[in-house]
T-cell receptor, first 111, second 115 residues
Framework: RKEVEQDPGPFNVPEGATVAFNCTYS??????FFWYRQDCRKEPKLLMS???SGNEDGRFTAQLNRASQYISLLIRDSKLSDSATYLC????????????FGSGTKLNVKP | DGGITQSPKYLFRKEGQNVTLSCEQN?????MYWYRQDPGQGLRLIYY???????QKGDIAEGYSVSREKKESFPLTVTSAQKNPTAFYLC??????????????FGPGTRLLVL
């Protein structure tokens, strides 16, 4: 079983739509969680960290469910510029930060 | 500006040739990482280093080698033993401390192609 699993998509949505992605992780000892955005042929860039209480940054909301071992990303009022692949990242922590990446969920926002 | 640089952007390798990918950071980060990304797949860890003169194998280290002689630099050599080297190679760094919400920052990547 992979450490981090995501639905690869693609999610094809119209502009203005609300879309949500989930990501599951296998290690219950995982300590911190992130969403990264990756544009085609570019490096991943940090979108937001995911806190236990959930957190919001503009149109983006991230939530963590430790009991069920998943994190989610909600995008409201989708823009064409949101089209990208969204990577779920889990940090196992302990005595060194080793990061585990999901394969990514591709989002296509259409006019 | 602080950041991570990788060079070259594109690299072509001939059969049996070793090639070296450069990664430099001026973020004063202790930890550095090399990942490989194949089309439609996630990032896989090749090597990582917590501190100067120390590095550890990741999940797919066979056919690769690294060095960490300076804090700022973590070059990756793709040896002739790596039979399928065509991929997008990403270097990253982090402060390296096991602290809550420690994040990782990436360089722009090197795309390696085999001739």
């Amino acid at each position: 079983r992979k450490e981090v699993e995501q639905d690869p998509g693609p999610f094809n949505v119209p502009e203005g739509a609300t879309v949500a992605f989930n990501c599951t992780y296998s290690n219950s000892a995982s300590q911190s969680f992130f969403w990264y955005r990756q544009d085609c042929r570019k490096e991943p860039k940090l979108l937001m960290s995911v806190y236990s209480s959930g957190n919001e940054d503009g149109r983006f909301t991230a939530q963590l469910n430790r009991a069920s071992q998943y994190i989610s990303l909600l995008i409201r009022d989708s823009k064409l510029s949101d089209s990208a692949t969204y990577l779920c990242v889990v940090n196992m922590g302990n005595n060194f930060n080793k990061f585990y990446f999901g394969s990514g969920t591709k989002l296509n926002v259409k006019p | 500006d602080g950041g991570i640089t990788q060079s070259p952007k594109y690299l072509f390798r001939k059969e049996g040739q070793n090639v070296t990918l450069s990664c430099e950071q001026n973020l004063n980060h202790d930890a550095m990482y090399w990942y490989r990304q194949d089309p439609g797949q996630g990032l896989r860890l090749i090597y990582y280093s917590q501190i100067v003169n120390d590095f550890q194998k990741g999940d797919i280290a066979e056919g690769y080698s690294v060095s960490r002689e300076k804090k700022e630099s973590f070059p990756l050599t793709v040896t002739s033993a790596q039979k399928n080297p065509t991929a997008f190679y990403l270097c990253a760094s982090s402060r390296g401390l096991a602290i809550y919400q420690e994040t990782q920052y990436f360089g722009p990547g090197t795309r390696l192609l085999v001739l």
